[in-house]
């Protein structure tokens, strides 16, 4: 392989782990850091936007279409779990983790019976193009910059929207944003629909990329998992940093010594950053910023006493 084709295979690599890890982690990421909850189920959320986008399909609709339907279809049932049992335990977070682990299981079992061992899939859009003596998808190069994109809309839609103004002040602290008019448990839930409907989209997004079982949510959730703990609190910055970080250990060591490692190397990298920086990369940029405003004070009360 020439150098030309190395440089092409990390970037392949990278990109398609990048685009990976952030798609199928921010729904997790958005409900841990708005509520303080890791949902359990999420695993299980992804398969079922796979199932449906897949069925949808099978029958005869347009791929986007489809798409929604795995998205929005997977929204709706997140927000009957959540009207159900979750906003009962939006003060008890390891008690939600149990409940949600319990959903998994039944989500799981409940697809095996439903449906079997497994459906046929769907083949992968766009093609693909030759580089050197390999072959790359153009449709995993698109979702990782897909992935970007997502993170763009949430960034606006958090920073620069209502919802996303109530949002922050209810993740910072519910009690003083309750006592300023805001309905905390209203932000919970569509804060838990808006990370189902991730969830199905991730589902969705990979469906024609992979083989249609019960089980596929385990895979899902293990990554995701761990790109949420390095990434921290912050589910916008954290989560980004985060999965730069582990796609490009996963990208070079899969490049060098096969897929098995590198899934190996993103695990230990993920083990020591935690060791080092147990608050991950929300904590670090938030120190780091305070740093940055308390030299900026410092500077600015030199000024005005000389």
């Known amino acids: 392989m020439d150098l030309y084709s190395s440089i092409f295979n990390f970037m392949y690599l990278f990109i398609d782990s990048f685009g990976f890890l952030i798609i199928s982690a921010l729904g997790l990421a958005i409900i841990f850091g708005m509520m303080g909850i890791i949902n359990l189920a999420h695993g299980e959320y992804i398969m079922l936007g796979a199932y449906i986008t897949t069925l949808t399909a099978a029958a005869g ?12 279809g997977v929204g709706l ?6 009207r159900l049992i979750i906003r009962h335990l939006y003060k008890r977070p390891l008690d939600s983790v149990v ?5 998994s299981l039944i989500m799981s079992q409940g697809m095996l019976v439903l449906m079997g061992p497994s459906i046929p899939g769907l083949s992968t859009p766009m093609g693909s193009i030759n580089v050197g003596q390999f072959d790359y998808s153009v ?18 839609l958090f920073k620069k929207t209502k919802f996303g103004l109530h949002s922050r002040a209810t993740m ?8 300023l008019g805001i309905n905390s448990d209203r932000m919970y839930c ?8 991730l969830a199905g989209l991730a589902g969705a997004l ?13 895979n899902f959730m293990m990554l995701s998992f761990v790109t949420v703990v390095v990434g921290g609190a912050d589910p916008m910055t954290g989560t980004l940093l985060s999965g730069g970080l582990l796609s490009l250990f996963n990208g070079g060591l899969s490049m060098i010594f096969g897929t098995l490692m590198g899934r190996l190397g993103l695990l230990v990298v993920a083990i020591l950053f935690i060791r080092v920086l147990p608050e991950g990369f929300s904590g670090l940029v938030e120190r780091q910023t305070l740093r940055v405003n308390r030299k900026k004070q410092e500077a600015i009360s030199n000024g005005e006493s000389n």
């Open 206 to 218: 990979y469906a024609p990329t992979l083989s249609i079982v019960p089980t596929m949510g385990s």
């Open 77 to 82: 049932f997140g927000g009957i779990v959540d």
């Open 172 to 179: 910072q602290n519910a009690v003083i944003a309750r006592n």
């Open 139 to 156: 449709y995993r190069i698109f979702l990782g910059f897909l992935a970007i994109f997502i993170m763009i809309v949430l960034y606006v």
């Open 190 to 197: 569509m804060t838990y629909i808006l990370g189902s409907v």
């Open 99 to 103: 409940a949600s682990w319990g959903v």
């Open 61 to 72: 609709m347009p791929f986007i279409i489809a798409l929604l339907c795995g998205s929005l």
